[in-house]
């Protein structure tokens, strides 16, 4: 059993940068795959970015592209999003899930955190 818990969100303005993290408890941390989803109100939840287990190749969504880094640290059981050049449309609660059914771009992964509110403000 893994259990994502998110910290790092916050109040930022537009053009600035928040970094995210996800601490998981499990040993079993490092042998997941780590996805980062977002769900902005009256929106459905998509995914942001995700990296493979060992960090040897990553997803990002085209909206964040050149602008979001996932990354991870297993000796830390920790994965982060640094978000720079934030945009208002980025506001949303962002979520840490771990352990994916498939495909680590998915959307469908098993354990879930329970998400950081991300405003950017114009």
């Known amino acids: 059993q893994v259990q994502p818990v998110e910290s790092g969100g916050g109040l930022v303005q537009a053009g600035g940068s928040l970094r995210l993290s996800c601490a998981a408890s499990?040993?079993?941390?490092?042998?997941?795959?780590v996805g980062w989803f977002r769900q902005a109100p009256g929106k459905e939840r998509e995914i942001v970015a995700a990296?493979?287990?060992?960090?040897?190749?990553?997803y990002y969504a085209d909206s964040v592209k050149g602008r979001f880094t996932i990354s991870r640290d297993n000796a830390k059981i920790t994965a982060y999003l640094q978000m720079n050049s934030l945009k208002p449309e980025d506001t949303a609660v962002y979520y840490c899930a771990t352990g994916a059914q498939g495909d680590y771009r998915s959307t469908k992964y098993y354990y879930w955190g329970q998400g950081t509110q991300v405003t950017v403000s114009s």
């Open positions: 990296i493979t287990w060992n960090a040897g190749n990553t």
């Open positions: 499990g040993r079993t941390f490092s042998s997941y795959d």
